[in-house]
């Protein structure tokens, strides 16, 4: 995140969640559960590979396949008005849906600090799933009208043969996403009102959900000690740890 959404979070004790409309300004496909996913021209492998080969699955993978490639065949101008006529649909049910999006990985991840710590100047806070929806919970939120999830990113056949939108329902349209957009390893809490409203904030505890601040190893070195009187008063006051410089930058070996 940047320097302004992190102090926003340390000063008013409080997680903003994003209206699934404003999230359209990054993917333009945003909201419409990989419907309109390019295909990928790997090959489509069976669903079940058993050795020695059996004749019973081999006959039932050709068939799935066949029909994968059958509705890949069709036209995308054909598909258009079924899918849009889903995605209108499911903006109808998500109007009033909020969006608090984090990323997951054991590395740090030079695409994510250039994309959404904005080059140089940008923060990670470092939390855990339990952690992050029960520092939620513990701000007064109902445990009920919170909903999370890894998003998912199929490729079209992938989509076609799992069908994850049937189980997911209207949900599908912001849990499922691009194959290019992967790299984010997302996982996303979210909540649903009975009425969209100008901003959502939800009040969180802060020690749970603040494992640990890092300022991007992207910051340059002169940057980092102003920064680290900046917040860690705030930390401490807060009753949260210091900041991590992020000295070890990726530009070095």
Known sequence: MDFLSLLAILQNDALH???ITDLYRYDTHEGTGGLLTNVVNNQITPSIMVAPPDPR???QNRKEIEGIKAELRIPLAEQLPKFREKVKQWDKEND?????????NAIDSDFMWRIYGKYEYGFAVVSSVQDLVCSITDGGADLQKIGCGFVLYPTQDERIRD???????????????????????????????????????????????????????????????????????????????????????????
């Open 17 to 19: 969640f994003t209206h």
């Open 96 to 104: 009033a849906v909020y969006i608090s999006s984090w990323h997951t």
């Open 57 to 59: 699955f081999e006959k």
């Open 163 to 253: 069908k994850p939108e049937k189980a997911m329902g209207s949900f599908a349209a912001f849990m499922i996403k691009s194959p290019q957009y992967s790299p984010e390893n997302e996982f996303r809490v979210f909540v649903k009102g009975k009425k969209r409203v100008p901003s959502c904030d939800f009040k969180v505890n802060l020690r749970k959900l603040v494992h640990s601040i890092r300022i991007s190893p992207l910051v340059p070195r002169w940057a980092v000690r102003p920064l680290l009187e900046t917040l860690n008063p705030l930390c401490r006051a807060k009753g949260l740890a210091m900041v991590e410089s992020g000295i070890g930058s990726l530009r070095e070996i």
